[in-house]
């Protein structure tokens, strides 16, 4: 049974940075962030597979990162240059079937609780 626990939501000026993190219990092979603005999709913004492969939506590359420290099972998301337009419910997932992922949401059976991040300009 795999269990995410998020923390680190909150609210930035334009230019800021973020740092989210999930803790991870159970067995899993990706690991990834989405994010759902209101009226929009739930949309994959980060995924790191299971031999370390990351991928990361083009609206994002270059200001966010992802990593996970094994020692202590967390995931996290560290979030700079911040804009408005990243302002949404931030979502830790993690599949325990699929070694790749992509964005695939389909993919990941796991989900946080959600979080949100506001950007203000």
């Not at 680190?8 to 690991?31: E, H, K, P, W």
């Not at 962030?33 to 990351?54: H, I, Y």
């Amino acid at each position: 049974q795999v269990q995410l626990v998020e923390s680190g939501g909150g609210s930035v000026q334009s230019g800021g940075s973020l740092r989210l993190s999930c803790g991870v219990s159970g067995y899993t092979y990706c690991l990834g962030w989405f994010r759902q603005a209101p009226g929009k999709e739930r949309e994959g913004v980060a995924v790191l597979e299971s031999d370390g492969t990351t991928r990361y939506a083009d609206s994002v590359k270059g200001r966010l990162t992802i990593s996970k420290d094994n020692a202590n099972n967390t995931l996290y998301l560290q979030m700079n240059s911040l804009k408005p337009e990243d302002t949404a419910m931030y979502y830790c997932a993690a599949s325990r079937l699929w070694s790749v992922c992509f964005f695939y949401r389909a993919r990941f059976g796991n989900w946080g609780q959600g979080m949100q991040v506001t950007v203000s300009s």
